[in-house]
C-alpha cells in the first residue's frame, strides 16, 4: 500500500488550501486515514482522522472549525479541507494509514505519505 499526499503551497494568513491523499495498492475501504503535521523544530502532531466510515471523523482542537476531513472511496482519496489558515499551521503534513478503528496515536499507523508542505504566510 502506497500514500501520496499533494496540495501543499504557499498561502496567506486567512486563506484555504485543500491536501489529498491519495492510497493506492490496498482495499481503501478497510483503511483509517489520519493527518499528520510537524512544524521545523517539533514533532509529528496528529491533525484529522477517518474512519472507514465518514462518519467517525475526530480533530485536533487547534483545527477544529477549520479544517474538515473527507474520504471518497471510489477515487481512494482522503481530502483535508483547510480554511482560515493560520502562520501556525506551516508544517509539512502527511498522511498515514491504519487497519484499525479510528485512532489519534502516531504509533499505531503503519504506513505512510512522503508529505507535503504547506506555509502560511503573515
Known amino acids: 500500500v502506497q500514500l501520496q499526499a499533494s496540495g501543499g503551497g504557499l498561502v496567506h494568513v486567512g486563506g484555504s488550501l485543500r491536501l489529498s491523499c491519495v492510497v493506492s495498492g490496498g482495499t481503501f475501504s478497510d483503511y483509517t486515514i489520519g493527518w499528520f503535521r510537524q512544524a521545523p523544530g517539533k514533532e509529528r502532531m496528529f491533525v484529522a482522522v477517518?474512519?472507514?466510515?465518514?462518519?467517525?471523523?475526530y480533530y485536533d482542537d487547534s483545527v477544529k472549525g477549520r479544517f474538515t476531513i473527507s474520504r471518497d472511496n471510489a477515487k481512494n482519496t482522503v481530502y483535508l479541507q483547510m480554511n482560515s489558515l493560520k502562520p501556525e499551521d506551516t508544517a509539512v503534513y502527511y498522511c498515514a494509514a491504519v487497519r484499525a478503528a479510528v485512532t489519534r496515536a502516531e504509533s499505531e499507523y503503519a504506513l505512510w505519505g512522503q508529505g507535503t508542505q504547506v506555509t502560511v504566510s503573515s
Open positions: 477517518v474512519g472507514w466510515s465518514v462518519d467517525r471523523t
